[in-house]
Structure formats: structure tokens, C-alpha cells
């Protein structure tokens, strides 16, 4: 052991004296005894130390020879008449002995001294060692002080005395004692934020207490805030602290979360949340504005959560939540829009009547939330009329019925028909088929005229010179009419008549609901002219003279002779038309040929796709997402499941430039701001004789040359990436010319975040089937597609690949409903330190809701924030794709991030699914999971249960279609 120049050790302070004298002393040796001893000696050291501190009281005694023995003695009283008390320790060869409570904690440590371990305050005082010396038999005395000084409590916090309020000025003061030589170092901390701190050699020497101020300036963000003064003591005093919560008192402020959305449909359930932040708490209330609160309305969470139970239109409107404490006021409210499905006013079913020349108008009046489209056609034609129907001088051809069709655009609300009928009244109308007869003289010959009349015609006639026939035989002529009704005739007949039965009838044709009554029918009256034996003088024009109250009609028809026909040439066309055919034939055999020829040419075949081909049909054709197959085994294999079926060496998969004639591009699939990605047939991939249908990557028409480089980082990326069920499989580029073209495996059903929205829309009462494109989409699918993405993550993953993008937008989804990971736009290859271009560009757009904190924050990606990323990608799925964080806008959903707010479980997911999405946000990105846990987590918690999602307890509000509407913030 050695002692600096201030003699400050390990907390303990010697202050040596040197021996003045000695006295010759008679040694009692033995056992525990009060012996009356006194002495002259003076104090040759005084021992400082703290109490649980060891000490080391020094008899000051010095030989070459290790003495025989050595007593230690307690003395009492004063300094000049002091007694020793007790022996307490006793050393000698025949043995070691410590007495009373020094025990076990005192020993005798060369050549003499005496070592306590730990001092307790009762240690203090005067101690005595006695050695004899062999030379002279003379003994070695020495007297020693103990002084113990009470270690310091630790710090003190004053300046605080609560209640405060948000606004003052708060002065915190921490002291802490200076012991001897023992000075802390003081920090004050906020929770783990350390805010200053105080060295210890600031403090004078002869400084008692150690002082640290902290002055506040205290908002409401600082309620509940824990403030800590530390003191670091060195040595076994340690670290002491004290801490206060800060209790500040603030106004209500509120803030309505509608966790069910604002626009819900009649008869849905309404939840809003009166999210209130105050101190002292508040009491909240809910009120209206357009009038009483709905009678089926129930308050939970000590009033700030309301259900209404089945809302109905009525109840849309402003409803706003009041909160209140000691300190203020505060509301807010929200909008209510309730949506319902279209109906049609009754009176646009009543049938109407009108005369031809007139002019009509029929409006359909309608009801429904969004207002429905209307369009109106006549019942067997195609044809759209605008709304109101109109027409401006209505003919007998406008006779019929129409129905007026109510559209909401809400997919799921069904259109509303109505049917009326347009009664058209008029003068009789002479259908002009044929005008012009021809008979042979001596011959017989029936002239036809068609009359259409509404009411029925009263007098159909034939004239000519002075005749007129109505009906009947006159000589050679002979006048019929038939009377053709144009609609159902339906009889109600009445035996023995009553006076009550002289009345009025209607007679009600029904469709479907609907009724249309019917007063009369419009009526045809085929009269007919029959000459016989007919006469030179009867080649002439007849008269067709039709009457009825609104007017009459008269058409012309003539009788001509017939003459024979000419003999027909032979046309031309039978000669024509046998050579094209022969030409047309040839030319198509030749084309055939030549398409053999070249394909048998293409120099163009992906290595991977030549040597994988089963795989690679097996993912185009046969391949079934596996919960979709098989319920009962729900995690098989997926064709390339074995990862050394696909592995490739990376410069087998670069030369993947692929003849850019070879590709004949199709439709547009989707445009960004600078790229589309366009359908295209790829004729040759992989040898095939059949085309391919790819999806084309590329820059739009003037895009930069930005837009170009990053398309070319994203194919890099790309070529890094080995073939995988999950992962959007690269099968080649153009990149030799402008444009640069990605050639990527074209995913039918487009991208998930679409398809789960379509599904909404489609989904039936029970929604244990939700129809899209004729196939039924389970809660088995869900589950399917999460643990799929996270698959095909664990590959990205495995080649140290941070996606940077993941979210239900950037994964595709193939006809066989196997989910694709793509967008591969923003991803970094962590071993790429090149990145700083790249951060800047990106910096004005990024996926907020889907960044972990540490990238929102920090700007740091890694594997770990593509988790946090997949757990809200999890969320989306599991809510068919709503917006993450509904009603909160960026900036909020920041700072509750920051907070630690985590969005809560979706009402229709189990604890299990919750639980493994919670893993994936929690804060240090080393807790989140592997995607290699999660794609076992999710096998777990999905073969286990089958109602780990109640895909029927989704609120259908969550996710109206309306929603497509609303603000990225507000949708669900
Ligand atoms: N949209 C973007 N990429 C696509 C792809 N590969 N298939 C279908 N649609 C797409």
C-alpha cells in the first residue's frame, strides 16, 4: 500500500505523529478483560475514515524481527487518564485472537498494525498496541485515534414544491455533503438524459455541501418527467441519487381519434375517441350540434370513448367532445358522414301519359349517401339517357317503358331500379312496310297496312275513286282487319254483376318489387285489301285511312303489274373470293415457318431459367399459395424452397441483356412520378416457343437522367438477388439503348395494397368469402400472404439487402395469389457506403408511416427498421390495407412514435398475431425479431389457431371504399 502527498488512500486519512516516548507496560495475556491501565502516552496517529470503510490503525512499530506477539487495546476516558478497556485482539505464537465484536473484522497486519474491516461508528476513539521487545524486555506501546465520520446521505433535491403550473419557471437545487476528503461529482439527469453536471475539484477545501442548480422553464410536456440529481461518490460510498416527478397542472387540450373512421355506413357501429390531455384529469362530454344524440349510444373509458350502436342517417353531423378541469376548457369535434345505399322517390314509378308532338320530362328523384348517379334507359336497349329524361316532341316510338338506375360509388351499396311506363297517345300511325304491290292481271292480290294506335284506332278504312271498304266484301274487293295487341292481354272477368262492380280497375304489371300500372295497351290493326281477278284498272294507288279521337292517318299504296325478271349474271365475287383465300393460306404457312426458323435462332436464354426450367413453370403455372391449397397443412414446401435449387454464382445471373425486338410491349400497369411499368409479351425467354407475359420497368417520356440512374441502381440491386418464390424474379434488361428497360416477372393481380382494398368491396355478409376475380380470398390467405412476405424478406435479408421500402404497395401478387416482394428503388446494399447522393434524393419523399423510429429519426436502416417496416406491412394486410396510424397526420404520428405509442390491435386479430407485430416496433431494433423468427413465429401462431384472424369481425367501416376519398391520414 503505499499514500499520496494529501495522505489520501481509498477513503482513508492518516495523519502521523511521530512517537514521542514509550513506557515499559507488563502484558497481560489471555482473554477479554477491563484491566485499569493507565498511561502517559500521547497519540502518535489519528486514523480518518467512514464508517463501512476498513481501517488500518498503525502501532508504529518497526523491526527486522516479526515481533512475538502484539495486543491491541480499546482505551477509554481522557486523553491523559485513559483506560484500557479490552484486550480486543490478541497475536502470539500460540495463537490469534479477536475479541467482542471486533471478532470477525479484525486482524494484525505486518509487522504490527491493526486492520478493522468494515469501521462502524462505534469504532471511534483511542486505540493501544503493545509489543514486546525481546532485546531489552522492555514493550512497544503506542497510542492511536480512530476518528469514523458518517457516510453522507447522499444528494438532497429542494426548489421543488408541487403543484406547478405549465409556465413557471422552476429553480431545482441538489446538494450533497462533502465529507473529509470525500467530494461527489453532482449530474442532474432527465430520465436518461443527463442535462449538466459539477466536477468535484471545483469545490473549495474547506467546502461543506456540493451544489448543482438546474433552472426549468416547465411546459405540460414536462408532466410526469422524472428529474435526477446524482452524487458519485468515490469508494464504496458509490453513487446516491434522489429523484422527483414532476407533477405540472395544464388545461385540457382534445383531440378526436375515430378509430372506425368518420364516414361509416348506416346501420355500422360509430366509435370515437376524445383523446384528452390534461392535468389535473378532466371530466369529458359528448354533444351534437344538429340536434339530440343518438337514443343506442354508450360511453366507456370513463367517458371518452362513445359507441353508437347501428347509427342511422339521421344521426350524421358534428358531434364534439367537451373536456374539463380546473384549469380550462377544451373541443373538439368531427364530422359524422354516414353513408347509405340509393333509393328512388315512389312517384317516379307512376306511369305517364303523353301525346305525341307534346313535350315530356321525368326526373328520378333520389336519396342515398354519397348522392347515387343516376341514368336512365329504356327497358331492351342499351342505350344511356341522361337525367331528367326528356323528350322534346314525344313520337309513338317513344312508347315503352324506362327505369332509371341509382349508382352509388360505393362499390358494396346495391343500385336501386325503378320502371315507369310512357303511355304515348296520338293519332293512329300507318307502319310503313311495303307502299308498292305488283300482281298479274287476272291474278289475286292482298294489299297489307299496319296501324299502330294508342288509344285503339276507331276506323281503319280502304279507299280509292268514290270506294271506301272498312270491312267485308264488295264484288272483287274484300277488306279484313286483325287486331295484334303489343302486350300481355290479361282478362279479369266478373259473373253476376254488382252495382258495387260499376267502378274503376287497374291492372298492375309487376317486375321484380316494382309495379307499373297499365291502363290500356297500344294496339295494331293489320287491315287488309284483297283483290281478286284483278283488272287492268286496279294498277292505281289505294288510300289506307286509319281514324281514332286524337286524329287520323292516311298512307298511299299502289298496285303496279309484274313484269318477269332478268336472267342473274354470275357474280363476281364467287370467282374473287376462292383466290384470296388460296393467297391468305399460303402467306400464313410462310409466316409459320419463318417463326420456327428464328426461334430456333434466339441467342437469348437466362442460364437459370435454361437450367431451372421445371421450377420456373412451376412458378409460372402450377404453383399454389400454400394455406390456399391445403388448410389442413398449411406451411408446405413452395416450389425453389430449397434454396440450393436456385443459387447461382452472381456473374451467372448479370448478362442478362435480352434482345430488345424480342419484347412487344402492351398496356401501361402503373405510372410514377419518373417511371410506369408496362405489360409486355417477352417471346423466347428461357427457349419457350410461347411468349411470356413480363412486366417492363422503365422511365417515362422526358423523365431525367436521374430518373434513368436510379432505375439502372435498382436493376443492380436486382442482379444481386437469386431467384426466389417471394421475391420478384429478374428475368433480363435492355440497357445497351435508351430506354433502359427492367424485365421483371409480370404479377397479375397487381399489388397487394390494391388487390386488398378490391377484396373489401367484394365481400360478402360473412366475409369468410371475399370475392375478387371470381376466387375467394380466406382469413387463410391473410395468413398466407403475411408469412409469405416474410419469407421472401428473409431472403432479401440473408444477402445483407435493407429493403427500405416494404410496405403492401411494393409486394406484387401472381395469379396463384403467391406475394412477391419488388421495388427494389430504395434498397441499399449494406455493404454500400456510397449512399449520400441517394439520401438526398430520396429526402423529399419517404414512407413515414412505415419507418422505424430510428430512421425517422436517426436516418439509420438496417435489417432491423425492414422489420419494424414488415410488422406495419403485417397491420396493413391484416386490415385489408388501411392507411397505418388512421387520423393521425406525419407530424403527430411522429411525436407519438417518439412517446412510444404503438398502434393498438386491430379488433379482429388475435393476441398471438398482435403479439408478433408488437416484436417487430419495439425500440432497440436488437429486440425486434429475424425474419427468419417471424416466418416461424407466424407457423406457429397460424397452424395453431384458425381464428387467429376474425377475418368476419372486421368493422366494415374500417374499410369503406368511400374511403378512397379521404386524406392519406384520415383512411383507414
Ligand atoms: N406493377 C408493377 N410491377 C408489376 C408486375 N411485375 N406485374 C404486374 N403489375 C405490376
Not at 370513463?302 to 353508437?308: S, T, V, Y
Not at 393498438?904 to 393476441?911: A, E, I, L, M, R
Amino acid at each position: 500500500m503505499g499514500h499520496d502527498a494529501s495522505g489520501y488512500l481509498d477513503g482513508v486519512v492518516f495523519l502521523r505523529k511521530p512517537i514521542s516516548s514509550t513506557t515499559v507496560v507488563l502484558v497481560a495475556l489471555g482473554y477479554p478483560a477491563v484491566l485499569s491501565w493507565s498511561t502517559q502516552e500521547p497519540i502518535s496517529s489519528t486514523t480518518v475514515v467512514l464508517a463501512g470503510y476498513p481501517a488500518v490503525l498503525s502501532c508504529g512499530y518497526s523491526s527486522e524481527q516479526p515481533p512475538d506477539s502484539v495486543d491491541w487495546y480499546r482505551l477509554e476516558g481522557l486523553d491523559a487518564e485513559q483506560e484500557r478497556t479490552h484486550l480486543l485482539y490478541h497475536d502470539s505464537n500460540s495463537g490469534t485472537f479477536a475479541f467482542g465484536n471486533y471478532s470477525d473484522r479484525a486482524e494484525v497486519v505486518e509487522p504490527a498494525n491493526l486492520k478493522l474491516q468494515p469501521v462502524y461508528m462505534s469504532d471511534n476513539g483511542d486505540y493501544e498496541c503493545e509489543v514486546p521487545t525481546t532485546a531489552d524486555y522492555d514493550t512497544f506501546l503506542s497510542k492511536v485515534r480512530l476518528q469514523v465520520l458518517e457516510a453522507p446521505d447522499g444528494p438532497r433535491i429542494t426548489g421543488y414544491s408541487p403543484p406547478l403550473f405549465a409556465g413557471q419557471t422552476l429553480h431545482l437545487r441538489c446538494e450533497s455533503q462533502i465529507v473529509g476528503d470525500v467530494r461527489p461529482t453532482l449530474v442532474w439527469y432527465n430520465g436518461s438524459r443527463e442535462l449538466s453536471r459539477i466536477d468535484p475539484s471545483v469545490w473549495q477545501p474547506e467546502t461543506e455541501t456540493a451544489v448543482l442548480n438546474y433552472v426549468l422553464d416547465v411546459s405540460k410536456y414536462d408532466n410526469a418527467k422524472a428529474y435526477r440529481c446524482q452524487a458519485l461518490y468515490r469508494g464504496p460510498v458509490g453513487v446516491r441519487e434522489q429523484k422527483i416527478t414532476l407533477d405540472i397542472r395544464y388545461a385540457p387540450t382534445t383531440d378526436i381519434e375515430t378509430p372506425l373512421g368518420k364516414v361509416v355506413r348506416e346501420g355500422d357501429d360509430v366509435l370515437l375517441r376524445c383523446a384528452v390531455d390534461s392535468n389535473p384529469p378532466s371530466t369529458v362530454s359528448w354533444d351534437r350540434l344538429e340536434g339530440d344524440m343518438p337514443a343506442n349510444y354508450n360511453l366507456f373509458e370513463d367517458g371518452r370513448l362513445l359507441r353508437i350502436v347501428k347509427i342511422t342517417r339521421n344521426f350524421h353531423g358534428t358531434y364534439q367532445c367537451k373536456a374539463e378541469n380546473d384549469l380550462g376548457v377544451s373541443t373538439t369535434s368531427v364530422e359524422l358522414n354516414i353513408l347509405y345505399a340509393p333509393s328512388i322517390a315512389r312517384q317516379v314509378l307512376d306511369t305517364a301519359e303523353a301525346l305525341v308532338g307534346e313535350n315530356f320530362t321525368r326526373a328520378c328523384i333520389t336519396d342515398g349517401n354519397p348522392p347515387p348517379t343516376v341514368r336512365w334507359s329504356r327497358e331492351g336497349s342499351e342505350e344511356i339517357l341522361d337525367d331528367p329524361l326528356y323528350f322534346s316532341s314525344v313520337n309513338f316510338t317513344d312508347d315503352g317503358s324506362y327505369i332509371c338506375t341509382a349508382r352509388s360509388e360505393v362499390k358494396y351499396f346495391p343500385e336501386s331500379t325503378a320502371k315507369f311506363r310512357l303511355d304515348v297517345k296520338g293519332p293512329p300511325q300507318i307502319v310503313k312496310q311495303n307502299t308498292i304491290f305488283s300482281a298479274k292481271e287476272n291474278g289475286s292480290v292482298t294489299l297489307e297496312c299496319e296501324v299502330e294506335s294508342d288509344p285503339p284506332a276507331t276506323r281503319v278504312a280502304w279507299k280509292w275513286e268514290s270506294n271506301s271498304i272498312e270491312s267485308g266484301t264488295v264484288g272483287r274487293y274484300s277488306v279484313r282487319q286483325k287486331e295484334t295487341p303489343t302486350s300481355i292481354l290479361s282478362t279479369l272477368t266478373i259473373k253476376s254483376v254488382q252495382a258495387s262492380d260499376f267502378r274503376s280497375y287497374q291492372c298492375l304489371i309487376l317486375v321484380g318489387r316494382y309495379s307499373v300500372r297499365q291502363k290500356e295497351t297500344p294496339t295494331s290493326i293489320l287491315s287488309t285489301l284483297t283483290i281478286k281477278s284483278v283488272q287492268a284498272s286496279d294498277f292505281r294507288s289505294y288510300q289506307c285511312l286509319a281514324v281514332n279521337v286524337h286524329g287520323e292517318e292516311t298512307q298511299v299504296i299502289v298496285l303496279e303489274r309484274a313484269t318477269a325478271p332478268p336472267p342473274q349474271p354470275i357474280p363476281l365475287v364467287a370467282i374473287i373470293l376462292p383466290v384470296i383465300l388460296v393467297f391468305i393460306m399460303v402467306i400464313l404457312g410462310l409466316l409459320y415457318y419463318l417463326r420456327k426458323y428464328w426461334q430456333r435462332k434466339l441467342p437469348w436464354t437466362p442460364k437459370y431459367l435454361k437450367n431451372k426450367d421445371m421450377e420456373m413453370r412451376a412458378i409460372e403455372d402450377d404453383y399454389l399459395p400454400p394455406i390456399a391449397q391445403d388448410s389442413a397443412s398449411p406451411m408446405p414446401l413452395l416450389p425453389g424452397d430449397d434454396p440450393t435449387n436456385y443459387y447461382m454464382e452472381p456473374d451467372l445471373i448479370r448478362d442478362l441483356e435480352f434482345p430488345r425486338d424480342k419484347l412487344s410491349l402492351e398496356r401501361v400497369l402503373g405510372r410514377g412520378n419518373f417511371g410506369q411499368v408496362i405489360k409486355a409479351k417477352a417471346q423466347g425467354v428461357g427457349g419457350a416457343d410461347k411468349p411470356m407475359t413480363v412486366a417492363v420497368k422503365t422511365t417515362k417520356d422526358g423523365s431525367s437522367a436521374d430518373a434513368k440512374e436510379d432505375l439502372l441502381k435498382e436493376l443492380k440491386m436486382m442482379k444481386l438477388i437469386p431467384p426466389h418464390p417471394n421475391v420478384v424474379m429478374l428475368i433480363g434488361y435492355c440497357t445497351k439503348t435508351e430506354p433502359v428497360y427492367v424485365i421483371v416477372e409480370y404479377c397479375a393481380l397487381g399489388n397487394l395494397q390494391n388487390f386488398l382494398r378490391k377484396c373489401r368491396s367484394k365481400r360478402d355478409s360473412t366475409y369468410a368469402n371475399i370475392q375478387v376475380d371470381e376466387r375467394l380470398l380466406t382469413p387463410r390467405d391473410l395468413a398466407s400472404f403475411i408469412w409469405q412476405i416474410a419469407r421472401g424478406m428473409a431472403h432479401v435479408a440473408s444477402l445483407k439487402i435493407v429493403h427500405r421500402d416494404l410496405a403492401s404497395r411494393n409486394v406484387l401478387i401472381d395469379k396463384n395469389k403467391v406475394c412477391k416482394i419488388s421495388d427494389f428503388g430504395l434498397s441499399r446494399d449494406v455493404y454500400d457506403t456510397d449512399n449520400e447522393e441517394y439520401e438526398q434524393k430520396t429526402q423529399g419523399r419517404l414512407p413515414l408511416r412505415w419507418m422505424a423510429p430510428e430512421s425517422l429519426f436517426d436516418h439509420v436502416y438496417s435489417v432491423k427498421s425492414d422489420v419494424w417496416s414488415y410488422g406495419i406491412t403485417m397491420w396493413e394486410v391484416l386490415t385489408l390495407a388501411c392507411t397505418p396510424y388512421p387520423g393521425l397526420s406525419p407530424p403527430a404520428m411522429m411525436e407519438r412514435l417518439r412517446n412510444g405509442f404503438r398502434m393498438s390491435k386491430p379488433v379482429h386479430c388475435n393476441d398471438e398475431v398482435y403479439d408478433i407485430m408488437r416484436k417487430c416496433w419495439e425500440d432497440d431494433p436488437e429486440d425486434r425479431p429475424t425474419f427468419i423468427d417471424l416466418v416461424r413465429l407466424l407457423e406457429d401462431v397460424i397452424t395453431k389457431a384458425e381464428d387467429f384472424i376474425k377475418i368476419d369481425e372486421i368493422p366494415a367501416a374500417m374499410y369503406d371504399e368511400s374511403n378512397s376519398k379521404k386524406s392519406k391520414q384520415e383512411k383507414c
